[in-house]
């Protein structure tokens, strides 16, 4: 394999490399046909629905009006419930094959890194396709026939109360015990190299483990088609997609002397 989109310094780096920490954002998930957040053709394109869209995705709106916010879930569980991971899920899972150690920090709420075979992940934000409930203990998984049916907020099946998706809303607080994880795996004993692709990067906590590995001299990629705050701050920022870049990081990584 030729490295087309990678300077051949990077694939040097590369070739020397044997852990990774990788962060991935909605963009990742773009070429399985999931929309992004930002970004050209992503559902803010239009300022005023993205306004609208995060308000529904919010604490506040959950707990007034269940129906609204599920309105807008149900709609990203239905796009994801059809996709499949694309080739930058899958080269992930090849760099995790070919390293001593890989960790997956992703802000996706599709579950396509877990069913593309990724095991060492963080799914920081959750899961669109999951369900816990508001009063009791239950937590469920919805199907395509949920999903089909579904019209304002589930119930549940154990006490009749609303459920709600098992994902940080706006105006959240981040699971715990899944930020000591981030704080054992990027901070603790931080990855040689920090790859990051497909995000915005507008949260700190996103961000920050980029900004960390960068101002301690360690090598650090983004991969996105546009330009983000990230892209001068990191070794290498690759303009393209995902699809396109992550099998190219694989093989150079596979190729290690
Ligand atoms: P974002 O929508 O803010 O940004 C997407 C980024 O991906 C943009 O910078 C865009 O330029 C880039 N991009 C588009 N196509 C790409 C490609 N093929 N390869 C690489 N990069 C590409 O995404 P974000 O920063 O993840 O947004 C944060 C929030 O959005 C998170 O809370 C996340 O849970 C939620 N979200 C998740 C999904 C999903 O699970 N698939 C989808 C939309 C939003
Ligand atoms: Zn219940």
Redo the contacts with the bound molecule.
């Keep these: 394999m030729t490295f087309r989109q990678l300077p051949p310094d990077l694939v040097a780096t590369l070739r020397e490399t044997v852990s990774l920490g990788v962060i991935t954002?909605?963009?990742?998930?773009?070429?399985s046909g999931?929309?992004?957040?930002?970004?050209?053709g992503?559902?803010y394109d239009d300022e005023a629905e993205g306004d609208r869209t995060v308000e529904a995705l919010s604490a506040p709106t959950l707990a007034a009006d269940p129906d609204r916010t599920w309105g807008v879930v149900a709609h990203?569980a239905r796009q994801?419930i059809q996709a499949k991971p694309n080739p930058?899920h899958q080269a992930l899972v090849a760099m995790e094959a070919t390293l001593e150690r890989f960790i997956l920090l992703t802000?996706?709420?599709?579950g396509?890194h877990r069913l593309a075979g990724t095991r060492n992940m963080i799914d920081i934000?959750g899961d669109?396709l999951e369900t816990r409930c508001s009063s009791c203990a239950f937590h469920g998984d919805l199907s395509v026939e949920d999903l089909q049916a579904l019209t304002g907020t589930p119930r549940c099946p154990q006490c009749a109360c609303g459920l709600r998706p098992h994902?940080v809303l706006f105006g959240e607080m981040l699971p715990e015990a899944k930020i000591r994880r981030l704080h054992e795996e990027f901070y603790e004993r931080p990855p040689e190299v920090v790859l990051i692709?497909?995000?915005?990067?507008?949260?700190p906590y996103?961000a920050e483990p980029v900004l960390l590995a960068a101002q301690a001299g360690h090598p650090t990629i983004e991969?996105?088609?546009?330009p983000?705050p990230l892209s001068d701050r990191v070794r290498w920022s690759l303009r393209g997609?995902?699809?396109e870049i992550f099998p190219q990081i694989a093989a150079a990584l596979a190729s290690r002397a």
């Design positions: 954002g909605a963009g990742v998930s773009a070429e999931i929309q992004t957040y930002r970004g050209q992503g559902l990203l994801t930058a802000q996706n709420v599709d396509l934000h669109v994902v692709a497909g995000t915005s990067a507008i949260f996103i991969v996105n088609p546009e983000t997609k995902a699809g």
